[in-house]
């Protein structure tokens, strides 16, 4: 017998696209004048959780989202601002993120689950004994990566991991590790009471209140979503966002043009977005367009990662990064550094009008990881070409 799907609540608010498109730029951080006071900080608890991606090409994904609404903040303060104070943890949200440590107990749901489960995608050959070997390293030796708690590997492919990382990774998806700090883009391990603030050491919430919250988080990151927007920021299953949100705050909506229903944050509504709106390229891994299909709902732009695409078959190169400009997606670029010079690989632009915008971004991020010039390797046509080109001369670039 199927259950029947919850009754959803008539919306007594219609956003019109351009509304909906706005609110949510000014949920992410991109419209207004960037809060450099609470600074890199300030962008993790705002957004909720910043992806993490081994893929750098300027710079690692979790360097490039403050960036883009920050600016030129210096890379060592971006690391500095993540892995200090016990600010922050790592953990598995839309994919492995930042998270602000204040969220440790909402993600207790998912540390019970993993734990129900018994078992990782990798198995333990002696679930006890290796566990125990590594929580008795770390009480004895303190902050450890899995090469100082004794090899991360077996010697094969890259998923052919050791006995003792297996081990580390199901204590960390459990919580009887956390990991509040990368060295080197290797995991450091370390034990709860020595990661996390004694107030916030627990997993005393029951399911139903980590999911209100984590449910309400992405309705205020993201400012206006759908069902699947929201299920998908702290990935979610859709039944678990039904079961919570007329309990989390957030308030049914109509948006021109959406098919599906939609809620949004009440404070996003409040007051209608204002300000000037950044220039700038972004991740693909950043919150505001990692999510593909909202991507191309909102801003009616289509990206797709093309790191893992035989390079014949790209299009539109290895590492895209759209280009964000008065609040719409007006292009992309495949960027590239070749000592001083930071080479745009393959650019395409949606309108000619775009190549100031483009000139502009490019030209910030060259300075930004202390490039000296730019210089366009290719693009969707020598029209294009010539004319960023021209752009970025105007600029001194």
Known sequence: MTTPAPRLPQPHVSLSADEARRIALRAQGFVGAPDRRSGVRGVLRHLGAVQLDTISVLARSHELVPYARLGAVGREAVESAYWSDRHAFEYWSHAACILPVEEWPHFAFRRRARRARGHRWHVLQDKERSTRAVLDRLRADGPLTSTEL?????????????????????????????????????RVYDLPERAVP????????????????????????????????????????????????????????????????????????????????????????????????????????????????????????????????????????????????????????????????????????????????????????????????????????
């Open 150 to 186: 004794g090899g991360a590997k077996n010697g094969g492919e890259w998923f052919d991991w050791s006995e003792t990382k297996i081990a580390v990774e199901w204590l960390l998806d459990t919580g009887e590790v956390v990991c509040g700090e990368r060295r080197g883009w290797k």
């Open 198 to 397: 004694d107030a916030l050491l627990h997993d005393d919430l029951d399911d139903r209140e980590c999911l209100r919250r984590l449910v309400a988080l992405a309705g205020q990151s993201l400012g206006v979503g759908t069902r699947a927007d929201i299920a998908d920021y702290h990935r979610l299953a859709g039944a678990q966002v039904d079961a919570v949100i007329a309990d989390s705050g957030l308030v049914p909506v109509e948006v021109e043009g959406w098919a599906k229903p939609a809620w949004a944050d009440p404070a996003a509504l409040a007051a209608a977005p204002r300000g000037r709106h950044r220039t700038t390229l972004l991740s693909p891994f950043d919150s505001l367009v990692w999510d593909r299909p909202r991507t191309e709902r909102i801003f009616g732009f289509v990206h797709r990662l093309e790191a893992y695409v035989p390079k014949p078959r790209r299009i539109h190169g290895y590492f895209a990064m759209p280009l964000l400009s008065g609040g719409r997606l007006r292009g992309r670029v495949d960027p590239a550094r070749e000592g001083a010079t930071l080479v745009a690989r393959q650019l395409s632009l949606e309108s000619p009008g775009a190549a100031g915008a483009m000139a502009e971004a490019l030209w910030e991020a060259a300075q930004w990881v202390g490039c000296e010039e730019v210089r366009v390797e290719r693009a969707a046509s020598p029209a294009e070409a010539a004319a960023v080109t021209a752009e970025l001369r105007a600029r001194g670039a």
